[in-house]
């Protein structure tokens, strides 16, 4: 994703694209997949563990990431492409790989619709497909 495509997408959600905050989005949208926090650290060695955690935060409170709880090492970010401030068109299945560890974004299969009984409010939904993805299953 272009520089001037993620400032936009952060104007977008009211989080200033600072440089740091763009390296981070940047990251995170190279990765084609959610990525926890340590995965982030790794490929940001000139960012230090603080300033990176402090912008996931932000983001977070933007709504500018997905967080996804999975089985793996705990919470994985992906960045949001939403277009709508007052609700989330990005919503899509995850697959967590029970082998290898990594977690995909499926966004060609939607989350399904699901009813809640009265007087329950979602914010969020998180869908999670657990087996082994196509480089670990036997062929």
């Not at 997949?33 to 603080?50: A, F, Q």
């Not at 960045?79 to 560890?101: A, G, N, R, T």
Request: hydrophobic residues 30%.
């Amino acid at each position: 994703m272009a520089e001037n495509q993620l400032t936009e997408l952060m104007e977008r959600h009211g989080v200033k694209p600072t440089a740091n905050r763009i390296l981070i989005a940047r990251a995170l949208a190279g990765a084609g997949r959610p990525m926890s926090m340590t995965e982030l650290e790794g490929v940001l060695e000139t960012i230090d563990k603080s300033n990176v955690f402090r912008t996931l935060q932000a983001f977070r409170d933007a709504h500018l990431v997905h967080v996804l709880e999975d089985t793996g090492d705990g919470v994985r970010y992906e960045l949001c492409h939403s277009h709508h401030d007052d609700h989330d068109d990005d919503l899509h299945v995850h697959f967590y790989c029970e082998k290898c560890h990594r977690t995909f974004c499926l966004e060609g299969t939607p989350i399904p619709p699901v009813s809640v009984p009265e007087g329950y409010e979602p914010h969020t939904i998180n869908y999670l497909i657990k087996g082994l993805c196509p480089d670990c299953s036997p062929r």
